[in-house]
């Protein structure tokens, strides 16, 4: 049901079917012009079926969208891969969605072009080591400094089967680039971060010859 704009008559309808679609696994929302009133009525009605994919990116769904969708987790264990990209979510909505992920076994999650600082970042840092199944996170295009990029280098350890870490067109600097390639070398990771444009030009330059195979700046 991508790209339909079905606003959000057409998804309270949709959540209200779901009662119908116990055994759907696969719930494809992306570009439909949700809203956070959508985001909120669906998440009423997501533990009704056993969804193993949930992408409602680029719908506006705010941190009140997301804190709601957050808060069914508990109900959606088979969750394994959830797509928030471009919805507006600040690290309010962040916070909560760090949260709550305990609660299901997910490997796959995408936050980018949203609007988390460091706040966020610190929080779903922390919540790594309750993500033990968690491949591939990406935090690309958001507004995270080094405390951030920190936060997540103190991590990496806890999360045994993260491959890729996207944290690319933030602002992380060089104290952050540096943090994540020293513990990636101290815990012989093999991890992938992708670090681009966080840096100067002048800085990229400088810190070429010293980083290694693991990140990419």
Request: proline share 1%; hydrophobic share 40%.
């Amino acid at each position: 049901m991508r790209r339909n704009n079905i606003g959000l008559y057409g998804i309270v309808g949709l959540a209200d079917r779901l009662k119908c679609l116990k055994n759907l696994q696969v719930l494809e929302l992306n570009n439909n012009a949700i809203c956070p009133n959508g985001a909120i009525a669906l998440a009423k009605e997501l533990n009704n079926c056993r969804l193993h994919r949930l992408t409602p990116s680029a719908n506006n769904i705010g941190s009140e969208g997301v804190i709601a969708l957050a808060y069914c987790l508990k109900s959606c264990r088979s969750l394994c891969i959830i797509d928030l990209c471009c919805n507006m979510i600040d690290s309010r909505g962040a916070i909560t969605l760090a949260r709550e992920l305990k609660h299901c076994e997910l490997e796959i999650l995408r936050l980018s072009g949203n609007n988390i600082s460091s706040d966020g970042a610190v929080a779903l840092a922390d919540g790594l080591s309750d993500c033990t199944n968690l491949y591939i996170l990406d935090l690309s295009k958001n507004k995270i400094d080094s405390l951030g990029a920190i936060a997540f280098a103190h991590k990496l350890d806890k999360c045994s089967k993260l491959h890729e870490l996207d944290l690319s067109a933030n602002v992380i600097g060089c104290d952050g680039v540096i943090a994540i390639a020293e513990r990636l070398t101290s815990c012989n990771s093999r991890l992938r971060a992708n670090l681009r444009h966080n840096l100067s030009s002048d800085e990229t330059k400088t810190l070429a010859a010293d980083t290694i195979g693991h990140i990419t700046i």
